[in-house]
């Protein structure tokens, strides 16, 4: 798995130094913070339990052209889900919240398309390092249960509005889906975060 989001951002790293090439373009730094909705799922269902939390965090976009950029970001994200099930030493069973928060990192192509090209649509591959989980009832640590680390794909579309020449307020919405295992030592099916959010940041033209 990791072979491939190598392969991945390599073509895309590649594909930007084409560009880079051809095209000196503008660079853009970002702000935001958003609401995040997560939960996981597996082949064999969708939790419908969905954890409401927060992520914020800041972004880097390179353009090469009018149309195409190269955007990574580096994210604090809260995942997790609600009203899980956690078997308890004394084989007990329990109902409660997991909270997984992830330091993730996109790394996407973006299209700006509209007359202005103020609007944007991005993807590409990401990839969460675990900061910390437990579960909500009893506060058990949960990290030794959980990869540290997680894969998957990021997709997102917004539009920037311009509060002057050099700055522009975002409004995105940013959708991730894992495409790796999160629990560890798992002999069943695969257990893969999923979460969207809504965005509102603040854009600064460096040039």
Same mark, same amino acid.
């Given at each position: 798995?990791?072979?491939?989001?190598?392969?991945?951002?390599?073509?895309?790293?590649?594909?930007?130094?084409?560009?880079?090439?051809?095209?000196k373009g503008d660079v853009e730094l970002g702000i935001n913070a958003g609401y995040n909705s997560s939960t996981v799922t597996n082949n064999n269902?969708?939790?419908?339990?969905?954890?409401?939390?927060?992520?914020?965090?800041?972004?880097?976009?390179?353009?090469?052209?009018?149309?195409?950029?190269?955007?990574?970001?580096?994210?604090?994200?809260?995942?997790?889900?609600?009203?899980?099930?956690?078997?308890?030493?004394?084989?007990?069973?329990?109902?409660?919240?997991?909270?997984?928060?992830?330091?993730?990192?996109?790394?996407?192509?973006?299209?700006?398309?509209?007359?202005?090209?103020?609007?944007? +649509?991005?993807?590409?591959?990401?990839? *969460?390092?675990?900061?910390? /989980? $437990?579960?909500? !009832? @009893?506060?058990?640590?949960?990290?030794?249960?959980?990869?540290?680390?997680?894969?998957?794909?990021?997709?997102?579309?917004?539009?920037?509005?311009?509060?002057?020449?050099?700055?522009?307020?975002? +409004?995105?919405?940013?959708?991730?889906? *894992?495409?790796?295992?999160? /629990? $560890?030592?798992? !002999? @069943?099916?695969?257990?893969?975060?999923?979460?969207?959010?809504?965005?509102?940041?603040?854009?600064?033209?460096?040039?």
């Amino acid at each position: 798995m990791k072979k491939i989001f190598t392969t991945i951002i390599i073509v895309l790293g590649a594909y930007a130094a084409t560009f880079a090439q051809q095209t000196k373009g503008d660079v853009e730094l970002g702000i935001n913070a958003g609401y995040n909705s997560s939960t996981v799922t597996n082949n064999n269902y969708t939790n419908s339990s969905y954890r409401s939390s927060f992520n914020f965090g800041v972004a880097a976009d390179f353009y090469f052209s009018n149309r195409w950029s190269i955007k990574g970001k580096l994210i604090y994200d809260q995942k997790g889900w609600n009203d899980g099930l956690v078997i308890e030493k004394n084989g007990v069973g329990i109902i409660s919240n997991y909270h997984l928060n992830y330091l993730t990192v996109p790394v996407m192509a973006n299209w700006h398309f509209g007359k202005t090209r103020n609007w944007y +649509l991005n993807f590409g591959p990401y990839v *969460g390092f675990l900061t910390d /989980a $437990k579960e909500t !009832t @009893g506060g058990t640590d949960l990290k030794p249960y959980i990869n540290s680390t997680d894969f998957g794909l990021a997709l997102g579309i917004g539009v920037k509005i311009p509060l002057s020449d050099k700055i522009k307020l975002a +409004l995105e919405y940013d959708g991730q889906a *894992g495409i790796s295992d999160i /629990a $560890k030592g798992n !002999t @069943g099916s695969d257990v893969r975060n999923a979460r969207g959010s809504l965005n509102v940041g603040f854009n600064f033209a460096l040039k």
